[in-house]
């Protein structure tokens, strides 16, 4: 909580170049000193809050959009996040290290774009699509996407249960 007047006199420590990236729509997630943000080029980068130092870096399959959550996993911590292409992955938070990782979706606009939620050793992840950008080609069968909620077992990526957002359109 900053006042306006502490809002002024702040001063810039270190900043971060997004190597090859036009644009870096992910917010950042912070946690014992270690900064995690996702990149519009799949990449992951784990870096020092004091310094900008860079830890290290994972490649998703597809731009990292979404909020990276970092819960306990025994002695270790992991990242949970979500891709524009449909994957969900568990990341070691300490070393980058892919734990698993599951397509929670087919549908080829599926994108996962809002933080996921954690409960009780399972995570909930929210899934919507960029169908609705499609309409300008005439020949998309509009309408094929209904949305969803996946249950996922955090420490193996079992899918626990699926729930649809909408009912599956009239013929």
Same mark, same amino acid.
């Given at each position: 909580?900053?006042?306006?007047?502490?809002?002024?006199?702040?001063?810039?420590?270190?900043?971060?170049?997004?190597?090859?990236?036009?644009?870096?729509?992910?917010?950042?997630?912070?946690?014992?000193?270690?900064?995690?943000? &996702?990149?519009?080029?799949?990449?992951?980068? #784990?870096?020092? *809050? @004091? +310094? =900008?130092? /860079?830890? !290290?870096?994972? %490649?998703?399959?597809?731009?990292?959009?979404?909020?990276?959550?970092?819960?306990?996993?025994?002695?270790?911590?992991?990242?949970?996040? &979500?891709?524009?292409?449909?994957?969900?992955? #568990?990341?070691? *938070? @300490? +070393? =980058?290290? /892919?734990? !698993?990782?599951? %397509?929670?979706?087919?549908?080829?606009?599926?994108?996962?774009?809002?933080?996921?939620?954690?409960?009780?050793?399972?995570?909930?992840?929210?899934?919507?699509?960029?169908?609705?950008?499609?309409?300008?080609?005439?020949?998309?069968?509009?309408?094929?996407?209904?949305?969803?909620?996946?249950?996922?077992?955090?420490?193996?990526?079992?899918?626990?249960?699926?729930?649809?957002?909408?009912?599956?359109?009239?013929?």
């Amino acid at each position: 909580r900053l006042s306006i007047d502490q809002v002024r006199g702040l001063k810039l420590k270190w900043a971060f170049g997004f190597d090859g990236d036009a644009t870096a729509f992910a917010p950042p997630t912070v946690i014992d000193g270690q900064v995690f943000v &996702g990149s519009a080029g799949g990449v992951v980068h #784990a870096m020092r *809050a @004091e +310094t =900008g130092c /860079l830890q !290290w870096v994972f %490649q998703a399959n597809g731009p990292v959009r979404s909020s990276i959550r970092v819960v306990p996993l025994g002695s270790q911590h992991v990242l949970l996040f &979500g891709d524009m292409t449909r994957w969900f992955y #568990a990341v070691a *938070a @300490e +070393t =980058g290290k /892919l734990l !698993w990782k599951v %397509q929670v979706e087919t549908h080829d606009s599926t994108r996962l774009t809002a933080g996921p939620t954690v409960y009780g050793g399972t995570v909930y992840v929210p899934v919507a699509s960029w169908e609705e950008t499609r309409s300008a080609d005439l020949a998309y069968p509009c309408c094929t996407f209904r949305g969803s909620v996946v249950a996922l077992r955090i420490r193996d990526g079992k899918r626990l249960w699926k729930t649809w957002m909408t009912d599956v359109p009239p013929a």
